[in-house]
């Protein structure tokens, strides 16, 4: 039995490192798109180019104006005289945000009624504007705030030191510094895990069967667990070394910090390749070529990687949406990514996500290979 | 070139589609899907986040700001606890995004006067939800700390009203901001070049790799034929699908149409060109069907997804992969895509988008035709 699945597993590596573009494909793309994905994939913004049209020159409106101007997430590029000049700007796309402070504001913040600050923001520009407008948000209220003082000042002096107030002093854990790199990456590497081990899976066995090698090998005296053993073996000791491999230049690059055990890490990782495998395996007893066996994965990589929380919160979702995922293996390879990585936490929390993650690889591989063994008889 | 020899060889390739149906639906059935999942899936604005609470006053005061915090549509209290640990552990284990704690002497020294901190922990693994939260948060404690601070002073004989600038926000193009405005325009790119890179990578190899090319050289039809004859299907399969979810979005997602249809369809032609070419010469370089679907999906589906603008805007990456941007189609057809769903820009102001486009569509074109014709001979 040794004999016969060492010969197949030789095979196999031979097949995967004999062809020169396979040998690339296994290292170059995976580091160039955790690359590509750790500089571009951000949700962080600064210098959003603004411009200002400010009718009341107040003192007030001055003071508002350039509070955005010395913010780091905002570039005041221009004060403007006229409104249409902001509507220009914006369509032209050389103005993000906009901001209308009209004559009267500081009237009205005298007389302490409520004062409008005109926001105009080009949601075209995709999330930007939601960030944009929580940052305005922010800086308005930093400015009432502050207003507000000085207000009890000039009334009342005497209170000033004794009136109460309430500040939020804020604490982000895990990531003091909001960074969208730390976010990213632990999942970069669990997204390009899936991508990987289910293509080369699904295609190694598709492969044999469209060039007719398939038929070959069944008349060769190997029993179909080692011929299934010899298929999936080698594709898990690749998707081991890929993990290790984007983990270690994802860390490392972006600097980002491993905080808890790698063993744990190792563990979760072994976990979901060996789901990974079986979903792999599960596509290649349905497809018959190589085309079938793409199209069939990738129908199954995109609503994996969307619905995992990867780049967008699960929490938003539909209710529907959101059962869905409780389906999908990486969401739970997710947070123990993360879990690792940033939270530094133990299998005392994880558990629950490995217990699932082993129940669905003991699942996806039974049903697999019993599906396979039908298909090679 | 013979009009008919083309023909036969788009008439075969026609019918190796036609036989693999189950290709066929999910050619068709993915932009649907691709459509449901980013429209219904990506939803970064926040509500109801899951928080813990620990008041550890239990004063009147404390309660009322924390029923401010109930009354938010953006928090969710699921729990009040009555220590430190459990918070922390909530935040570890991810029953809780934020946890807020009230100090012990919160009344007391308000009483005494002068500023009190409550503190606001958040789980920042992910820094937008994080931001957009603290956000929300510092409204809710500073709009307390205000009311509560006018009836302080009215209690003296002073009477200040709260005086607070309210932001007017108008987006744009975009009136409500739904993020499925902003995300479905780019979806088509999404599908695009799923379609036109990846079925077409296929194609070419698949001949190498099965050993049918030499037959397919062995006749009269001329490098040229098999390249048009190849694509024209899946040109015609490409551009149904432009129609497909141009529809969905339109007539499902209530996405806003403004500019021309004819341009929709002449740019999301020009597209198709550059990514069928693409794919085309992707797989006469790669002439393994694993290699050329992975390189397709770095060289076509990993520019669309993440270097267009379709999520991350590319004006906050770093300056050198701005510049790679640039030579990325993607890029122009999601900024042409946009411009026509949401501004409604005149054709004739496209000419910066439409006219790199048409020049990749030549060039790429070129490139396909002249790498093929040297291989055959």
């Given amino acids: 039995m040794f004999g016969r699945l060492k010969q197949m597993l030789i095979k196999e590596f031979i097949q995967v490192f004999r062809d020169k573009r396979t040998r690339f494909i296994l290292i170059g793309p995976p580091i160039i798109q955790m690359l590509v994905f750790g500089y571009a994939a951000t949700y962080e913004i600064h210098h959003v180019p603004t411009v200002v049209l400010d009718l009341d020159h107040s003192q007030e409106s001055r003071e508002l104006v350039s509070r955005f101007t010395s913010s780091p997430y905002f570039e005041v590029q221009r004060q403007l005289t006229d409104s249409r000049q902001i509507r220009d700007l914006i369509d032209k796309g050389d103005a993000t945000v906009g901001l209308e402070i009209d004559a009267g504001f500081a009237q009205k913040l005298r007389k302490g009624q409520t004062a409008p600050l005109q926001v105009i923001v080009d949601a075209t520009n995709s999330n930007t504007a939601l960030i944009a407008s929580s940052y305005i948000t922010q800086i308005a209220l930093g400015f009432a705030k502050d207003y507000q003082q000085d207000r009890i000042y000039r009334i009342a002096p005497q209170f000033v030191s004794a009136i109460p107030s309430i500040e939020l002093e804020q604490r982000p854990w895990y990531n003091a510094e909001l960074s969208s790199r730390w976010f990213f990456v632990p999942g970069v590497i669990g997204s390009l895990t899936l991508i990987l081990v289910i293509t080369l899976t699904a295609f190694a066995v598709v492969r044999e069967r469209e060039i007719g090698t398939l038929e070959q090998i069944m008349v060769t005296p190997i029993r179909p667990a080692e011929f299934i053993l010899g298929k999936t073996l080698p594709f898990f000791l690749i998707g081991v070394a890929d993990v290790l491999l984007i983990a270690v230049v994802g860390s490392l690059w972006f600097q980002v910090p491993f905080r808890g055990n790698v063993a744990v890490l190792a563990l979760g990782a072994v976990l979901f390749i060996l789901c990974m495998l079986g979903v792999g395996l599960l596509i290649s007893t349905v497809s018959s070529t190589q085309q079938q066996a793409m199209v069939t994965a990738f129908f199954f990589i995109m609503p994996a990687i969307t619905f995992s929380g990867f780049g967008f919160p699960i929490s938003t979702m539909p209710q529907w949406m959101q059962y869905f995922s409780y389906c999908i293996p990486l969401r739970y390879f997710l947070v123990v990514l993360r879990g690792v990585y940033l939270k530094g936490v133990g299998l005392d929390i994880l558990w629950p996500e490995m217990t699932v993650m082993a129940a669905m690889a003991v699942g996806l591989l039974t049903v697999s290979i019993l599906r396979f063994h039908k298909a090679l008889d | ?377």
């Avoid at chain 2, 992707?282 to 990993?302: D, G, R, Y």
């Avoid at chain 2, 000419?351 to 002249?370: C, N, S």
Wanted: charged content about 15%; overall charge neutral.
């Fill in chain 2, 1 to 377: 070139m013979s009009f008919t020899r083309m023909l036969a060889v788009a008439k075969k390739e026609v019918v190796q589609i036609l036989r693999d149906s189950r290709s066929l639906f999910i050619v068709i059935i993915m932009p649907v899907t691709l459509m449901l999942l980013f429209g219904y899936g990506v939803n970064l604005d926040l509500k109801g986040m899951p928080v813990y609470v620990l008041d550890r006053d239990g004063s009147q005061q404390s309660q009322d700001l924390l029923k401010r915090f109930q009354a938010s549509e953006y928090f969710k209290v699921v729990k009040v606890v009555d220590g430190y640990p459990a918070i922390a552990r909530a935040l570890d284990d991810g029953h809780a995004k934020m946890g807020i704690v009230i100090p012990w002497d919160f009344s007391q020294r308000l009483q005494a006067g002068g500023p009190v901190q409550v503190q606001a922990l958040v789980d920042a693994t992910d820094d937008n939800s994080a931001n957009v939260l603290i956000g929300y948060a510092q409204g809710v404690v500073q709009g307390y700390s205000a009311q509560m601070q006018s009836n302080w002073l009215q209690q003296r004989g002073q009477s200040l009203q709260p005086a607070p600038v309210s932001i007017e926000t108008r987006t744009w193009y975009n009136e409500d901001l739904e993020s499925s405005a902003f995300i479905i325009p780019g979806v088509l790119a999404l599908v695009m070049s799923v379609i036109g890179a990846f079925l077409t990578s296929l194609t070419i190899a698949r001949e190498w790799e099965r050993g049918s090319m030499e037959q397919l050289i062995s006749t009269p039809v001329s490098a040229m034929e098999i390249m048009f004859g190849k694509l024209a299907p899946y040109f015609v399969l490409g551009m149904f699908d432009v129609l497909i979810c141009a529809l969905i979005a339109i007539y499902w997602f209530h996405v806003p149409f403004r500019g021309s249809f004819v341009t929709l369809m002449g740019s999301s032609a020009l597209f198709l060109v550059v990514v069928l070419s693409l794919g085309f010469y992707i797989s006469v370089m790669a002439k393994n069907q694993f290699a050329a679907c992975q390189i397709a999906l770095l060289v076509t589906f990993l520019p669309a997804f993440l270097l267009s603008g379709f999520l991350f805007s590319i004006e906050q990456m770093p300056i050198v992969l701005q510049w790679i941007t640039r030579i990325m189609p993607a890029r122009y057809y999601v900024t042409v895509l946009k411009k026509i769903f949401l501004k409604g820009t005149p054709t004739a102001m496209l000419y910066a988008e439409l006219i790199p486009l048409a020049v990749f569509a030549f060039v790429l074109a070129l490139l396909a035709t002249h790498s093929f014709h040297k291989r055959l001979e």
